[in-house]
């Protein structure tokens, strides 16, 4: 299966990086959003990343020029009707997740290739909302997408062989390690990461700890890049609450169920990094 264009639906945090990464791949990319407001924003912050790449040495300004000139940015979901493959980035919502597969099922030819981002829902169900559910998979990036090495691939129960491979040849394409997993619920990353995290959340509440000493433990004890409450604020605490309860209702798993100060500072607003206030202070947002 040969891809040329590439369609990102949602251009948020996750659907911004995954453009930017496939645009410097070679990728002619088509991303679309609900408002010209999102779209701006979401192109912004791909300007932004490219050009941290540049000043990082990692790109240069010809690279950087290339790749934004391969990006089309889009309200209209029957701009997407021409791509090999279209990748969804919507919020983590079944609701929302079926009703935008429902779409691109009657926009796309029945060859191309449908790809949820989802960290946590099922793709069996998600494919299910489609009349193709063989050519529909998961492809899981981690947050910074231009920076974080792995992409999760995917496999519901329905999806054909080859469309997996074209998932790990686009992986490797666009410069990911990639490691194929059975849909179930947090699929390898999450299944291990979230219960650790509110274990984490926990121990604080317990008074075992401060969070900046537990943020220190795993940051030197176990060489963590962020500890566990510094990488949720990074997150961002409604997302990471978001995931976990989409686990913990499929699996009724006690490990996932979030605390309730979780519940509690995403009610109060404090959603980490992107509002300044999480379980610590960001002064200048
Ligand atoms: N484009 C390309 N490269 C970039 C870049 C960009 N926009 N921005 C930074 N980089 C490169 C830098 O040049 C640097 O490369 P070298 O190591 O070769 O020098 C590297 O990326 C690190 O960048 P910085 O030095 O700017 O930043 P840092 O060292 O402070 O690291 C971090 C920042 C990468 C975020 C690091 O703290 C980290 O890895 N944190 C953990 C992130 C994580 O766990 N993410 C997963 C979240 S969970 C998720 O996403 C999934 C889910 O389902 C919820």
Avoid at 132 to 138: A, K
Wanted: proline share 5%; glycine share 8%; hydrophobic share 40%.
């Amino acid at each position: 299966m040969h891809i040329k264009r590439l369609g990102i639906v949602g251009c948020g945090l996750m659907g911004s990086g995954i453009a930017e990464i496939s645009a410097k791949a070679g990728y002619d990319v088509v991303v679309v959003e609900v408002t010209e407001e999102f779209l701006k924003k979401g192109i912004s912050r791909i300007e932004a990343s490219t050009q941290k790449a540049v000043d990082k040495g990692k790109s240069t300004a010809e690279e950087r020029a290339k790749a934004l000139g391969r990006i089309k940015g889009s309200t209209n979901m029957d701009d997407l009707k021409g791509c090999q493959m279209v990748i969804e980035a919507v919020v983590e919502k079944m609701d929302e997740k079926k009703r935008v597969f429902g779409i691109l099922d009657t926009i796309c030819p029945p060859e191309t290739i449908l790809a949820s981002n989802t960290s946590s829902l099922s793709i069996t169900e998600i494919a299910c909302s489609t009349k193709n559910p063989e050519r529909v998979l998961g492809l899981h990036f981690f947050s910074p997408v231009p920076v974080m090495r792995l992409l999760e691939v995917i496999r519901s129960i329905m999806v054909r062989d080859d469309v997996v491979e074209a998932g790990v040849a686009f992986g490797a394409a666009v410069g990911k390690e990639t490691v194929v997993c059975k849909d179930a619920p947090g699929f390898i990353v999450n299944q291990l990461y979230l219960p650790y995290s509110l274990v984490a959340i926990r121990q604080w509440e317990r008074g075992l700890a401060s969070k900046e000493d537990i943020d220190k433990a795993m940051t030197l004890g176990l060489n963590y890049p962020m500890g566990p409450f510094t990488l949720m604020d990074f997150v961002g605490l409604d997302i990471h609450y978001n995931a976990c309860m989409a686990i913990y209702e499929e699996t009724k798993d006690p490990a996932y169920f979030p605390p309730p100060v979780l519940k509690k500072m995403i009610q109060a607003g404090h959603l980490g990094r992107k509002t300044g206030k999480g379980f610590y202070d960001y002064p200048s947002k």
